[in-house]
């Protein structure tokens, strides 16, 4: 491993991991197997995927979406086997057996097909896990101890209601508080960490009256593979779909954050490594009682913008969540579970996705159905199989809408890449382009497939480019992922002093244009023309020079 920023990196993985530690405990409680069981995961899983991983700035640990899933197969363990102590052996082969597949998927390059799926799919799936989140926080916040299923969380509401804790209710409320109103005041300190040691600093010198996480586990953790000899081999087949259900959301999980990271810092990951380095880094924490996580957006932006660069950055992170699990693990024992309640509460608002949700009488009809239906099979039925419906409806409305677009065209391509384009018949006497002007030309609908090559051409835009023209001509239709791909291509272009132009968009995506308030948002009203020419004259009146180079 190359040193090349050496400096950087250190700062972004300890800002990283001082973010990290409270999500950690928070999470750890969450999955019912405790406070010390998120540190260990995202020390150990942070360290593994830092070093064996494809995306050089990532930070990795226990995520909402993981945590979810991690606290509905320990209930499924535990109603097998009676208490956590006899369920443990099966917890750990299922998050092991979660690894093994994340290795396999790697092997496999499965990672390439992530980007098929739909934008309303992955907006639907990620609003069910921010609601169930918020929602299993609802007995915490008054002190008491949660259902660990959210229908039984709604039917047994008012009993806790009429028992709740006022005191509980005050910390959490605070704690929500300081994490949002901080950040306005000052951004150089995690609002989160704040809360946390404030919040537990407050009830330990007024002596409240709520629970605490109690004791923790103090030195190096130790291995727990004797446990999985203790279970039945009959179970095993029990735990085959829940492990895939893991594997298949932490991979899901990780490449959208590779993603993120990719856009930030102009890099391409390795999605195939990043898997075996995931699959590698959830082995080793499962192996002492951790339980599973992903690549962390949030803590990854932060790394990034701490100045991290490559996996040193990583690492340093994972080896500060060591120095604090050995130095400080007596006093973590102390913190009140209420704290940890508003630290989650506000993941789960920050994990909804509030665009798709406000758009969602804006965007085409079959888009909000798949939204909605994949939004109430995550809360209420299961996560995977919403994710898998939410896929067949895509393709059905995929399937559907391309065969109508194949009876009104003769052709239906690609887009294609920059250096392999043809001037169109309608550009060759004209005199467009130029050291500065470049034109890119759609041929086909903008599904949410073509939109994922979109956001991965954003870094083949030639730094020296003023003005781009977008050519509709040949784009009957877009969905939610081909509007928010654009959206977020153009708004990137924007960063960079890139002006983005229009001509000849057709009437469905001219109505989802204006409908979401793309255009004047996006794309102000007098950047859009009818034809070529009138995007040429506009082009000669603000004096870019045009010669012949194109894009």
Known sequence: MKIKNAKGD?????????????????????????????????????????????????????????????????????????????????????????????????????????????????????????????????????????????????????????????LAIIVTIVTVGIIYLLPKVIKSIPSTLVALIVMTLITIFFELNIPIIGEMPTGLPALKVGSILDINITDIGLIIIPALSLAGLGTIDTLLTSVVADNITRTKHNSNKELIGQGIGNIAASLIGGIPGAGATMRTVVNVKSGGRTRLSGIIHALLLMAIVLGLGKYVSYIP??????????????????????????????DALILVTVFLLTVFIDLIQAVGIGMVLASIVFMRKASEMVENSTSLNKVDKYDREMPWNDEKNLSLQSDHVYIKRFDGPMFFGVASKMMERINKIPKDAKVIIFRMKKVPYIDQSGLYALEDVIKEMKKNGIIVVMTM????????????????EVIPEEHIFETIEACSDWLRKSNFKTDSSSA
């Open 10 to 166: 250190i700062f972004g993985g300890i800002t990283a991991g001082i973010v990290a530690l409270p999500l950690a405990l928070a999470f750890g409680v969450q999955s019912g197997l405790g406070a010390s069981a998120g540190l260990y995961g995202a020390m150990v899983l942070g360290l593994f995927a830092a070093i064996f991983g494809g995306t050089s700035t990532q930070i990795s640990g226990p995520t909402g979406p993981m945590t979810v899933v991690s606290a509905t197969i320990v209930t499924l363990a535990i109603s097998k086997y009676g208490d956590i102590d006899n369920a443990l052996g099966l917890i750990i082969l299922t998050f092991l057996l979660s690894g093994v597949f994340q290795i396999l998927f790697g092997v496999l390059k499965i990672g390439k097909y992530i980007k098929f799926i739909p934008y309303p799919v992955l907006s639907g799936f990620m609003s069910g896990i921010g609601i169930i989140i918020i929602v299993l926080q609802l007995f915490p916040m008054m002190g008491l101890s949660s259902p660990s299923k959210i229908i039984d969380v709604f039917i047994k509401l008012p009993e806790a209601i009429s028992n709740f804790n006022y």
């Open 337 to 366: 579970l209420p704290v940890l309640a508003g630290i989650l509460i506000t993941v789960g608002i920050s994990i909804i996705d509030t665009k798709g949700i406000k758009n969602i009488l804006k965007i085409p009809r079959s």
């Open 505 to 520: 968009v057709q009437s469905q995506p001219l109505y989802l244009f204006k409908k979401n308030h793309f255009i004047p």
